[in-house]
């Protein structure tokens, strides 16, 4: 089955959001490779442009950051900027575990300045926040970042 099709249809269709729910173990990493490779194929953007995106990819699981890397590199590390947290919380990527995959100096990296779960706003690093800001509109689509920014500061 391919988990990435609605989000792919509600793309097309000019949705702005499409919400997908999968259990653990049901393979989020395969489907979010699956709806960015796809996109970014098409050199889908927010503009309209027939460019190739740059992401921000905010890595979470270390047990998965093997796989990130391949993402990562099939994508080209000069579109990606990797964020990951400033240090351990339960089994989320660190600095430590990209220098360990062999992702530092690979493609651009960000931390976010803490280590809490989820990216709450108020403990994130100016560097961080600057990352975000200063792309928007550059490198990052401005209305998916100032809508990332408000869900984040809820």
């Not at 990527?93 to 651009?108: H, I, K, M, S, Y």
Request: aromatic share 8%; hydrophobic share 40%.
């Amino acid at each position: 089955m391919d988990s990435s099709r609605p989000t792919r249809l509600a793309a097309l269709q000019g949705r702005k959001r499409a919400l997908l729910t999968l259990c653990t173990g049901a393979g989020k990493t395969a489907v979010a490779f699956q709806i960015c490779w796809k996109l970014w194929s098409a050199g889908w953007n927010a503009a309209g442009i027939h460019r190739k995106p740059r992401i921000l990819y905010l890595a979470d699981n270390s047990g998965e950051i093997v796989f990130d890397r391949l993402l990562i590199e099939t994508l080209g590390p000069d579109r990606v900027t990797l964020m990951v947290k400033a240090g351990p919380i339960v089994n989320d990527v660190t600095r430590e575990d990209l220098a360990q995959v062999g992702l530092e100096g690979l493609v651009r990296v960000v931390d976010t300045g803490c280590n809490y779960f989820g990216f709450p706003w108020e403990y994130i690093s100016e560097a961080a926040r600057e990352e975000l800001k200063r792309n928007a509109g550059t490198q990052f689509d401005p209305k998916l970042v100032q809508l990332f920014v408000s869900k984040v500061q809820e």
